[in-house]
């Protein structure tokens, strides 16, 4: 049974960047698409984009300009940086697990979750 | 905006069976996933696919679409249906993947 676990820093100033990183307790760590959703308050969920055990990544077009992933193997880490953040990047910060079934690449687990809230 | 379309809300009687839709170009090439939320809970994948449910998931959750809809029927929903449900595929140039609006549902 895989497990993730987001953790980083929860307050941010305009300006700064967003750190994030998600660990995988469990299961392979290749043959799975990892990656980033978020969740501002009240609102509906976005994908922003995801990264495979080899460094290959896919980016939202809205948020290419401002983020980057990176992946430890060796620690079974995956890592999200936002820059120039905003008060819209105010959100709770999903990672998960994208796995490809019947033809359609879904989303079977998920971490708790990570509150970062952006405010001078 | 989202490129795929869902009602804000819909409401349905204990018991009764209510369809929730999702519109977008992408699916008349692409399946949806979908995945229901409880508030303060991180999203669970309740449909995937052609009509897939995840182990421990009741089959009384079911997928269907046709052209550029999908759909996510509850036949006989309960009281622990009640949750906001999102769609989830890939965009128009397949390369990347977008979530519904979400709706919620509400079980009178």
Redesign the interface.
Known sequence: QVHLEEWGAGLLKPSETLALTCSVFGGSFTGYYW?W?RQPPGK????I??IVHSGET????SLKSRVSMSVDTSKTQFSLRLNSVTAADTAVY?CARGVV????????S????ALVAVSS | S?ELTQDPAVSVALGQTVRITCQGDALTF????W?Q?KPGQ????VV???N?R?SGIPDRFSASSSGNTASLTITGAQAEDEADY?C???DRSG????????TTVTVL
């Open positions: 990656t959703i509906g969920l976005e994908w984009g995801d896919s980016y939202t077009p999903y079934s019947e033809m359609v690449r879904y989303f079977d998920w971490g708790q979750g | 989202s692409y399946y949806a996933s995945y939320q991180a999203p669970v994948v995937y696919g052609k897939n995840p999102y989830n595929s890939r390369n990347h993947h977008v979530f519904g609006s979400g």
